[in-house]
């Protein structure tokens, strides 16, 4: 009885691992097989596939420097206009201390036309960086330029008309660098 015993459990055991020993035996035949596939090629089909595979790989680099030229370019064409914008707001205060300087009185004309050279000088930096003023008296009423700071019933004037520049605006392209404060009639 023990033989019958020793030999069933083997026969368990055996066909416990049936499964198991053809799975492996299925994958070292794969293995053997891609083996023998790649014996099978020729030192010039090998030579070739690696050829394309560099070459894929080529591309595929080009193709990002291109992306990253292309992106580098388009960021350095963001900043520029912003970089000016930012730079001519820190100079409007000065623009309007001027205006204010020279629309006051003044006993010597030596010393207001130097005032008025300057003033001169400094808006036409500003006209080279292509800063425009916004804001004048009898134009519609726009708030993408307009601050409506104050509002005034007159009947000289039509609906939404600026009738009073409080404070000059500025823009530069289609970017408003400073909005006009403006009264508005009607």
Do not use: W
Request: glycine residues 4%.
């Amino acid at each position: 009885m023990q033989k019958n015993d020793e030999k069933d459990l083997a026969q368990e055991t055996t066909a416990g691992e049936t499964p198991e020993t053809t799975e492996k035996e299925t994958e070292g035949s794969e293995a053997s097989q891609a083996k023998e596939a790649a014996e099978e090629k020729t030192p010039e089909e090998l030579l070739q596939e690696q050829c394309s595979q560099l070459n894929d790989k080529y591309m595929r680099i080009l193709a990002e420097y291109d992306n990253f030229r292309k992106r580098s370019q388009r960021e350095k064409e963001e900043i520029y206009p912003r970089a000016t914008a930012a730079a001519v707001e820190k100079f409007l205060p000065i623009i309007d201390n001027f205006e204010r300087a020279m629309a006051s009185p003044c006993a010597d004309e030596t010393f207001k036309k130097g005032i008025e050279m300057i003033f001169q000088s400094f808006l036409k930096t500003m006209e080279d960086l292509k800063v425009e003023e916004i804001g004048k008296e009898g134009e519609p009423f726009d708030p993408q330029f307009h601050n409506a700071v104050m509002h005034v019933e007159d009947e000289n004037y039509g609906e939404n008309i600026v009738t009073q520049v409080l404070q000059k605006g500025y823009r530069i392209g289609d970017k408003v660098v400073r909005y006009a404060m403006v009264q508005v009639a009607n």
